[in-house]
């Protein structure tokens, strides 16, 4: 069965800094993998996404992931923090080949930026 | 392009209710999957539909079903509603269900 582990539920930044949020899964074939982030009383936006090809994936907002299959990982970095960044963030992965249909989360990142 | 439209954004029912929760995915979207969201699980996966068929189930009891119709549009149905139904229960679209999804904002259900 297929796992994802963010390291840290609180990471705290200062607006300007450096955002690294941690994302290990455990599967037996690389998943295809997933960011996203939900503001206070909203649904999940999809920040980037790797499926194939490229393994460092742009997003919006300055976002970007690399996909490292030897650490089976898929980390979120962004080089400057914002206010507006503040916000939950959320790994996933699916089956590649789309054969079980779903989305598995992780327990969350909540990111705080500090003025 | 209209998102994933979720009604209503707010519910309260209490104890021994039943609930039903719409959805309407994107136009062209055929995959249609509902999560529950809570402080304590997190969020986990309730089902899936495509083309009207449930392809996956998560691990909830049966008092939690679904259906999707002709159109794509979905609902979702507790039945029984408990304290612990309370969450944020949100749907969401994809065009095949696996490169990816679009989620709506979410129905808030609280139970009393």
């Known amino acids: 069965a297929q796992s994802v582990t963010q390291l840290g539920s609180h990471v705290s930044v200062s607006e300007g800094a450096l955002v690294l949020l941690r994302c290990n899964y455990s599967s037996s074939v690389p998943p295809y993998l997933f960011w996203y982030v939900q503001y206070p009383n909203q649904g999940l936006q999809l920040l980037l996404k790797y499926t194939t090809g490229a393994t460092l994936v742009k997003g919006i907002n300055g976002f970007e992931a690399e996909f490292k299959k030897s650490e089976t990982s898929f980390h979120l970095t962004k080089p400057s923090a914002h206010m507006s960044d503040a916000a939950e963030y959320f790994c996933?992965?699916?089956?590649?080949?789309?054969?079980?249909?779903?989305?598995?989360f992780g327990k969350g990142t909540l990111l705080t930026v500090n003025p | 392009k209209a998102g994933v439209t979720q009604t209503p954004r707010y519910l309260i029912k209490t104890r021994g209710q039943q609930v039903t929760l719409s959805c309407s995915p994107i136009s062209g979207h055929r995959s249609v999957s509902w999560y529950q969201q809570t402080p304590g699980q997190g969020l986990q996966f309730l089902f899936e539909?495509?083309?009207?068929?449930?392809?996956n189930k998560g691990n909830f009891p049966g008092r939690f079903s679904g259906r999707q119709f002709s159109n794509s549009r979905s609902e979702m149905n507790v039945s029984t509603l408990e304290l612990g139904d309370s969450a944020l229960y949100l749907c969401?679209?994809?065009?095949?269900?696996?490169?990816?999804?679009?989620f709506g904002s979410g129905t808030r259900l609280t139970v009393v």
């Open positions: 996933a992965v699916s089956d590649r080949g789309g054969s079980n249909y779903k989305l598995t």
């Open positions: 539909y495509f083309s009207e068929t449930q392809r």
């Open positions: 969401a679209s994809s065009s095949t269900g696996d490169y990816g999804y679009t």
